[in-house]
């Protein structure tokens, strides 16, 4: 795996070392973990601020419930998701 340098400040360098203590993984391991779960959070933010967008549009968000409850009857096997 190829590597490269990013600058960060001491501090951030400083609770870079001491999380690697803590967890006995090394930096490198720390520093990816973090951005990973920062991307997923983003991620997740991005789809919560599509849905309220939905949501704020009646006849969109109309159509996706109706779409689900096709699906639900698809999934279901013919059967409501409600009834069983």
Same mark, same amino acid.
């Given at each position: 795996m190829s590597q490269t340098t990013v600058r960060t400040s001491e501090a951030t360098h400083? #609770? #870079?070392k001491e #999380? +690697? *203590?803590a967890k006995q993984e090394p930096m490198q391991a720390i520093l @990816?973990? /973090?951005v990973e779960e920062y991307r997923r959070r983003l991620f997740l @933010? +991005?789809?919560n601020? /599509?849905?309220a967008a #939905? *949501?704020?549009d009646d006849g969109a968000w109309t159509e996706m *419930?109706? @779409?689900h409850a096709l699906w639900d009857k698809t999934l279901g096997g013919g059967r409501s998701a409600q009834t069983g």
């Open positions: 400083h #609770l #870079l #999380l +690697s *203590r @990816e973990t /973090a @933010e +991005s789809v601020e /599509a849905y #939905l *949501r704020n *419930r109706a @779409e």
